[in-house]
T-cell receptor, first 116, second 116 residues
Framework: AQKVTQAQTEISVVEKEDVTLDCVYE???????LFWYKQPPSGELVFLIR??????QNEISGRYSWNFQKSTSSFNFTITASQVVDSAVYFC?????????????FGTGTRLAVRP | DTGVSQNPRHKITKRGQNVTFRCDPI?????LYWYRQTLGQGPEFLTY????????KSRLLSDRFSAERPKGSFSTLEIQRTEQGDSAMYLC??????????????FGPGTRLTVL
C-alpha cells in the first residue's frame, strides 16, 4: 500500500525566511506521480506541481523549488523568501500510475505560518 | 475557463437526515473524484468515475453513501441517515484521461458538512 508522511505538523517562520517542507513516501510501484497542493484558509486545494517518478530533476518556479530524491523516497518543497500570503496548509500526495484511477494518497499536511 | 464547482459550500443538518452534494467538473474532464477531509487530516479517496461509470469505491464509503454521474458531466454524492461522524469537508476533483495518460486532478472548493 502507498503511504505519504509529512512529519512536520506546523512550521512558523518570519517573512523573508526560507522554509523547507518535508515529504517522504512509500510505494511498491516503479511508476508513480508525486504532487504538492496548497490549501489556504478558504479551503480549496490549489495544485502546485506534479512530478513523474522517472524524472528526478529538481524544479524551480519563482520562489518555489522542489527536490526529488528516489534514493531516500523524498520530495521536499522549499519556499525562498517566504511571504505572508504563503501561509496555508501544504499537502504532499502520491498516485500510482494506471492503478485505481490514479487516485491520490495524501499526507497529513504541514501548516505553514509566515509572520510579518 | 471555469474550474470545478461544488454546491452547497456549507451544509448543516441534523443526525438522521439525508443530504446531497453536487459537483460540476471542468468541462471536457472525463474523470471525477470524491474525497473526504476531516479536521487536521489530508483528503481521503472515496470514489471515482470515468465518464458515467463508477469504477472504484473506497471502504470508507459505507452503504449510506451513494454517488452518481448520470450523463458523465456533473456528479452527486448523497449521504443517507447522516451521523455525527460524517461531519467533514467533501472535496470533488476532476481530470482528463487521454489514452493511458492522466492529467492532474483539479479540486473544487469543497462542501463542508456539519451533522448536529
Amino acid at each position: 500500500a502507498q503511504k505519504v508522511t509529512q512529519a512536520q505538523t506546523e512550521i512558523s517562520v518570519v517573512e523573508k525566511e526560507d522554509v523547507t517542507l518535508d515529504c517522504v513516501y512509500e510505494t511498491r510501484d516503479t511508476t508513480y506521480y508525486l504532487f504538492w497542493y496548497k490549501q489556504p484558509p478558504s479551503g480549496e486545494l490549489v495544485f502546485l506541481i506534479r512530478r513523474n517518478s522517472f524524472d528526478e530533476q529538481n524544479e524551480i518556479s519563482g520562489r518555489y523549488s522542489w527536490n526529488f530524491q528516489k534514493s531516500t523516497s523524498s520530495f521536499n518543497f522549499t519556499i525562498t523568501a517566504s511571504q505572508v500570503v504563503d501561509s496555508a496548509v501544504y499537502f504532499c500526495a502520491l498516485s500510482e500510475i494506471g492503478s485505481s484511477g490514479d487516485k491520490l494518497t495524501f499526507g497529513t499536511g504541514t501548516r505553514l505560518a509566515v509572520r510579518p | 475557463d471555469t474550474g470545478v464547482s461544488q454546491n452547497p459550500r456549507h451544509k448543516i443538518t441534523k443526525r438522521g437526515q439525508n443530504v446531497t452534494f453536487r459537483c460540476d467538473p471542468i468541462s471536457e474532464h472525463n474523470r471525477l473524484y470524491w474525497y473526504r477531509q476531516t479536521l487536521g487530516q489530508g483528503p481521503e479517496f472515496l470514489t471515482y468515475f470515468q465518464n458515467e461509470a463508477q469504477l472504484e469505491k473506497s471502504r470508507l464509503l459505507s452503504d449510506r453513501f451513494s454517488a452518481e454521474r448520470p450523463k458523465g458531466s456533473f456528479s452527486t454524492l448523497e449521504i443517507q441517515r447522516t451521523e455525527q461522524g460524517d461531519s467533514a469537508m467533501y472535496l470533488c476533483a476532476s481530470s482528463l484521461l487521454q489514452g493511458r495518460n492522466t492529467d492532474t486532478q483539479y479540486f473544487g472548493p469543497g462542501t463542508r458538512l456539519t451533522v448536529l
